[in-house]
């Protein structure tokens, strides 16, 4: 029953991963525009301070593990939605 749910809900992961990965990128750009109106630094462009390239790898990184997360959360609810069933930890099966 778990290898049929995992199979089943492949499909589901990677659209929603996609999306998910989608806006993340778009709101990554929005926060970073409201704190800087250049673009992001690059960790090894010579003129960035330190603090900045750190800041923007932050503001970056934590923007795609939310993201990520609500994704994965609204595909499995989705999912669940559709065939009644949890396809992770907990669903009952």
Do not use: N
């Not at 990128?25 to 330190?50: M, T």
């Not at 923007?56 to 939605?81: M, P, S, V, Y």
């Amino acid at each position: 029953m778990k290898l049929l749910v995992k199979l089943l809900y492949k499909p589901f992961g990677i659209v929603f991963g996609l999306l998910g990965g989608l806006a993340a990128r778009q709101l990554f750009a929005l926060l970073w525009s409201r704190i800087d109106r250049s673009a992001p630094p690059a960790p090894r462009d010579a003129c960035a301070c330190a603090g900045e390239v750190v800041a923007a790898a932050a503001l970056q990184a934590a923007t795609f593990a939310a993201a990520k997360a609500a994704a994965d959360r609204a595909g499995a609810q989705t999912f669940r939605h559709l065939f009644g069933i949890w396809p992770g930890e907990g669903g009952g099966d």
